[in-house]
T-cell receptor, first 114, second 112 residues
Framework: EAQVTQNPRYLITVTGKKLTVTCSQN?????MSWYRQDPGLGLRQIYY???????DKGDVPEGYKVSRKEKRNFPLILESPSPNQTSLYFC?????????????FGPGTRLLVL | GQNIDQPTEMTATEGAIVQINCTYQ??????LFWYQQHAGEAPTFLSY????GLEEKGRFSSFLSRSKGYSYLLLKELQMKDSASYLC?????????????FGRGTSLIVHP
């Protein structure tokens, strides 16, 4: 089944404790991205990747890191989480960014930073 | 950059028709998407418009006017399961990267 998976789905952590949220897709998609979603603010892009070893900042990259060592995986790293990073996070992928290629979203990771 | 505007919330009656508007300001327009998102779930793709006009897909239709920076999503024969948030996303050429930007979403409540 074609899908985007994220782990963990729910996470409670404390300020400053490094964490990684994994994202994997099995559709051989070139493009992957991370979003955070907060009430009243909608989906905001954190980082994106056009291909292996090609990543770039989105609109709200501060406090986050990513890597793209393999085509299928795009982990999101919070080196020192803070309470303002409490949010719902979505990973997404698409075959390309051209034409009507839509993004497929993972199920989301709900993060609470105390 | 982009400025995407949608109503925050709308209500409608089961069986009725509702139109959700989206206006945007952007340079290098390269397509507009509509997504549906149920509470706590991932967004799912509904429609894509890149040329002016109406795209129909079952009960859902989407319209685009590039000259007016305007789109709408039309939902017919509303069902209770259509209660969800509807996200407008505009893609433009940000230095060649064609990254889509999302509006804040419109929460649609369908009541009996």
């Amino acid at each position: 089944e074609a899908q985007v998976t994220q782990n963990p789905r729910y996470l409670i952590t404390v300020t400053g404790k490094k964490l990684t949220v994994t994202c994997s897709q099995n559709m051989n998609h070139e493009y992957m991205s991370w979003y955070r979603q907060d009430p009243g603010l909608g989906l905001r892009q954190i980082y994106y990747s056009m291909n292996v070893e090609a990543t770039d900042k989105g609109d709200v990259p501060e406090g986050y890191k990513v890597s793209r060592k393999e085509k299928r995986n795009f982990p999101l790293i919070l080196e020192s989480p803070s309470p303002n990073q409490t949010s719902l996070y979505f990973c997404a992928s698409s075959l390309s960014l051209g034409g009507g290629e839509t993004q497929y979203f993972g199920p989301g990771t709900r993060l609470l930073v105390l | 950059g982009q400025n995407i505007d949608q109503p925050t919330e709308m209500t409608a009656t089961e069986g009725a028709i509702v139109q959700i508007n989206c206006t945007y300001q952007t340079s290098g327009f390269n397509g507009l998407f509509w997504y549906q998102q149920h509470a706590g779930e991932a967004p799912t793709f509904l429609s894509y418009n890149v040329l002016d006009g109406l795209e129909e897909k079952g009960r859902f239709s989407s319209f685009l006017s590039r000259s007016k920076g305007y789109s709408y999503l039309l939902l017919k024969e509303l069902q209770m399961k259509d209660s969800a948030s509807y996200l407008c996303a505009v893609r433009d050429d940000r230095g060649g990267s064609y990254i889509p930007t999302f509006g804040r979403g419109t929460s649609l409540i369908v009541h009996p």
